[in-house]
């Protein structure tokens, strides 16, 4: 049966994790990027809330069970608040959920826990790579198998909080096959380097991580010897990604509603003129339709079905919506949404981001 | 509750219209196209013998049939997707074709408005008949030669009363099945008329004329860039009588409120969704068709990578992927709202707002991509682009349902935004 309604605790959870995004994300965000970092209270705040610990089961430290359509749900709240601070907040995600989800028994004992127990700490994923035609499925990091451990070379980009990770877990090719790698963050051949500067994620530090014959025992694969199916873990990252996109672009949307209606120029308030009233029409609508599309990927993620094709599509939609709606959102406000003042230009160079982020979330 | 699993009931609709398309419309398709205003009556008439099979029920959602005579049994109360189905089999069949779809004698737009305006006796007296032996069409009239946007605000076709009678004078355009609704078989129409023109949407009620009344004339049919299976006629109505109980609706004709204008809008929220459905059945058979000949064509197209790494045709492809199945979605919950009785009348708007958008976008370009074989009459995608456009004027223009969402989102009435 089809349904399109959150259930009663996915509704509770959506309006607290809206409350702190309006309250206090959004509230923080400009001078937040302005000064190129996140108040640690505020991530603090937002981890709180508990997103991710409710979908550890207890055995391994948290106290729920894993939905993705739940952290759509919480993860497009984010982006709405700040899509900056929603990639802090969900960065251990990137980190816990992988192992969850492919861990062995073991790995799933020894390596939750100290992640879901207590203070948000930067345990992070390095996924994305620095050459432009990169893919998922298709890594230049390499794994391969050397005495019984694995050797990891390559070069990865946009990974958060790397300086002072607590714990990496590292994607390389192995065969051709993407695995991860919980790759100790002072082992020996990783370099971490310099931060990273973007067009926009200011406020979030990111790292190039280059890797050079790091070596790590058999048991860091995820999944042990016989390693894991990495295509629902592409997936559930891509579908975190396109909710966060989506948050973004419904922020711009609203901001930019509101504007017009106030807005009077030759008389009337600018929404009545229709060029500007057909855009809105169809910024909500690319944003309504698209998000069904994100909750479409997640639900066929919870139902254990192959969503590779669905998640793909969530966020290449994602990422159109958000390039589109948050650059009429600065149409908008003509000349004021150039102008750091209001958050539009903001989310527009934020949302350009979008296709990058897969791997800095999961849910 | 979130979910995306296909009811069963619904499942099996998609079967058995799907068969129908494959079978009864896509061998057909060519030919209905190359002779318009032939009635395909093959296909009618096994329509009529399936709706029957079925139970009658047609394409009117039980929730909306006639009460069940007294003593019988209450149905089981399951989910309700009477409307889900309604859009998937409206899709399977728009699949098979769009214009032969049109020609259903189920129950279409007709139907819907007698749905949603009529009175328990009228729906039983009206929706009865296509179960009845002989197959029957329905359409709906509210364009006219002046007017089609500006409508319902704008009609001037006039009702006045007389007696036992209602007396229908004026002149409506681009009716879709008035032919095989008046003449090809004993079918009606709904007439939307005005009982006060000074007073605007406030006059507007419907009205239901029979096949056979006199005074009501099919005066023209249209020669059309597509749907051509589909005829589109006009109707003359001059001094044209009917009983007063074919009003649909409150008794209280005379009375001036907006329940007339209520009623034509609560029409298009059922029934602009259906439209959508159509217009992603058309879609949805272009883009399986692209697929296919472009792998005739020694085209393959590869998934799962990223946008960097494709070709131009696999992007497109992977775009239309993309716009079909995000407005399929709005357009499933658009008819899961109504089943769920919640309104849905920015939903149904921007559903068909979107597929409009869409199978005209996604047929250009297959057309484009295909070349010469798009091009070509030898295939069916050069008739999916020319069926397709109808999509984005009927049951409101896009720019009427841009309008209709822009009112909603913005909080704005017909004062602010016109
Ligand atoms: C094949 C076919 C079948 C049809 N079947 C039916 C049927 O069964 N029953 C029926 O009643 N009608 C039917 N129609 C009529 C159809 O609904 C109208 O053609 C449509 O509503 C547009 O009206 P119009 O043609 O008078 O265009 P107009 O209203 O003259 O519009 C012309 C252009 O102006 C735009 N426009 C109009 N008003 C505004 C505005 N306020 N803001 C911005 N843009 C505006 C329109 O979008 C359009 O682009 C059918 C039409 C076709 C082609």
């Given at each position: 049966m089809f349904g399109f309604e959150p259930n009663e605790e996915q509704?509770?959870?959506?309006?607290?994790?809206?409350?702190?995004?309006?309250?206090?994300?959004?509230?923080?965000?400009?001078?937040?990027?302005?000064?190129?970092?996140?108040?640690?209270?505020?991530?603090?705040?937002?981890?709180?809330?508990?997103?991710?610990?409710?979908?550890?089961?207890?055995?391994?430290?948290?106290?729920g069970d894993r939905s993705a359509v739940t952290g759509v749900l919480a993860a497009e709240e984010l982006g709405y608040g700040d899509l900056t601070a929603g990639l802090a907040v969900m960065a251990p995600a990137a980190y816990a959920i992988p192992i969850l989800v492919a861990g062995t028994e073991e790995q799933k004992k020894s390596l939750l826990p100290p992640v879901v127990e207590g203070d948000w700490k930067p345990y992070v994923s390095a996924f994305v790579e620095p050459n432009l035609d990169f893919s998922a499925a298709d890594m230049r990091t390499t794994a391969v198998r050397k005495n019984g451990s694995y050797?990891?070379?390559?070069?990865?980009t946009l990974v958060p909080h790397a300086a002072n990770a607590a714990g990496l877990l590292v994607y390389a090719a192995l065969d051709g096959k993407t695995q991860a790698f919980v790759v100790p963050p002072k082992s020996a051949g990783l370099k971490i380097g310099d931060r990273e500067a973007w067009c926009g994620l200011n406020a979030l530090p990111t790292h190039k991580l280059t890797l050079e014959g790091v070596t790590v025992p058999a048991d860091a694969r995820l999944g042990g010897d016989a390693g894991h199916d990495p295509q629902p873990l592409i997936a559930a990252t891509q579908v975190a990604a396109a909710a966060l996109a989506i948050g973004l672009a419904k922020a711009?949307?609203?901001?930019?509603?509101?504007?017009?209606?106030?807005?009077?120029?030759?008389?009337v308030p600018i929404a009545q003129k229709q060029s500007l009233a057909f855009m809105l029409a169809e910024m909500a609508t690319d944003i309504e339709a698209i998000r069904?599309?994100?909750?479409?990927?997640?639900?066929?993620?919870?139902?254990?079905?192959?969503?590779?094709?669905?998640?793909?599509?969530?966020?290449?939609?994602?990422?159109?919506?958000?390039?589109?709606?948050?650059?009429?959102?600065?149409?908008?406000?003509?000349?004021?949404?150039y102008i750091r003042e209001h958050p539009v230009e903001r989310w527009m160079r934020n949302g350009r981001g979008v296709p990058n982020f897969p791997g800095m979330a999961m849910v | 509750m979130i979910s995306f699993e296909i009811p069963d009931k619904v499942r099996n609709a998609v079967t058995l219209m799907t068969m129908v398309g494959e079978n009864m419309m896509r061998p057909v398709a060519r030919y209905f196209d190359d002779h318009e205003h032939e009635v395909p009556w093959?296909?009618?008439?096994?329509?009529?013998?399936?709706?029957?099979?079925?139970?009658?029920?047609?394409?009117?959602?039980?929730?909306?049939?006639?009460?069940?005579?007294?003593?019988?049994?209450?149905?089981?109360?399951g989910p309700r997707v009477a409307y889900q189905r309604l859009a998937y089999s409206a899709e399977a069949?728009?699949?098979?074709?769009?214009?032969?779809?049109?020609?259903?004698?189920?129950?279409?737009?007709?139907?819907?408005?007698?749905?949603?305006?009529?009175?328990?006796?009228?729906?039983?007296?009206?929706?009865?008949?296509?179960?009845?032996?002989k197959p029957v069409l329905d359409g709906m009239a509210l364009t006219e030669p002046h007017a089609g946007s500006a409508m319902p605000a704008d009609v001037r076709t006039t009702a006045v009363r007389d007696g036992d009678s209602g007396v229908l004078?004026?002149?409506?355009?681009f009716v879709t099945g008035a032919h095989k609704a008046l003449i090809d078989t004993q079918g009606f129409l709904v007439i939307w008329a005005t009982i006060d023109a000074s007073a605007g949407r406030a006059g507007v009620r419907p009205f239901v004329v029979e096949a056979g009344t006199p005074?009501?004339?099919?005066?023209?049919?249209?020669?059309?860039?597509?749907?051509?299976?589909?005829?589109?006629?006009?109707?003359?109505?001059?001094?044209?009588?009917?009983?007063?109980?074919?009003?649909?609706?409150?008794?209280?004709?005379?009375?001036k409120t907006t329940e007339g204008f209520k009623g034509a809008m609560a029409t298009f929220d059922a029934s602009r969704p259906m439209v959508a459905a159509s217009a992603m059945g058309i879609a949805r058979a272009t883009l399986e068709t692209l697929k296919e000949l472009l792998a005739q064509n020694g085209v393959t197209l590869r998934t799962g990578i990223p946008r960097s790494r494709m070709t131009n045709i696999e992007r497109e492809v992977a775009d239309m992927e993309i716009q079909l199945r995000s407005t399929w979605l709005l357009i499933l919950k658009s008819v899961w709202m109504m089943d769920e009785k919640k309104p849905n009348n920015l939903e149904a708007s921007m559903g068909k707002m979107r597929a409009g958008d869409v199978v005209v976008r996604i047929t250009q370009k297959a057309v484009e991509l295909l070349g010469p074989l798009g091009y070509s009459r030898e295939h069916l995608i050069e008739k999916w682009f020319r069926d397709a456009k109808v999509n984005d004027l009927y049951e409101g223009t896009g720019q009427i349902n841009r309008l209709i969402i822009a009112r909603r989102i913005l909080g704005y009435g017909r004062r602010e935004l016109a």
């Open positions: 509704k509770m959870l959506v309006d607290s994790v809206q409350r702190y995004a309006l309250n206090d994300l959004r509230a923080a965000a400009h001078d937040a990027d302005e000064a190129g970092e996140l108040p640690p209270a505020l991530v603090k705040k937002g981890w709180e809330l508990g997103v991710l610990q409710a979908s550890i089961p207890e055995a391994y430290g948290g106290f050797v990891l070379n390559g070069v990865k711009a949307y609203e901001y930019s509603l509101a504007y017009a209606k106030d807005r009077t120029v030759f008389g069904l599309l994100v909750w479409e990927a997640a639900w066929l993620l919870d139902e254990g079905k192959d969503a590779a094709h669905a998640a793909q599509m969530a966020i290449l939609g994602a990422s159109d919506t958000a390039m589109m709606v948050t650059d009429r959102a600065v149409q908008l406000l003509g000349g004021h949404g | 093959d296909y009618i008439n096994m329509m009529h013998d399936a709706n029957k099979q079925m139970g009658g029920g047609g394409f009117v959602p039980s929730t909306d049939k006639p009460k069940k005579a007294e003593g019988e049994a209450p149905k089981k109360e069949l728009s699949w098979g074709d769009a214009a032969l779809y049109l020609c259903s004698p189920v129950g279409l737009l007709g139907a819907a408005a007698v749905a949603a305006t009529g009175t328990p006796e009228q729906k039983q007296r009206f929706l009865a008949r296509f179960a009845g032996d004078n004026g002149e409506k355009i005074g009501c004339t099919v005066t023209k049919l249209e020669h059309k860039l597509g749907i051509r299976a589909s005829d589109t006629g006009s109707v003359v109505l001059q001094d044209c009588r009917i009983p007063f109980d074919n009003i649909l609706g409150s008794p209280e004709v005379e009375k």
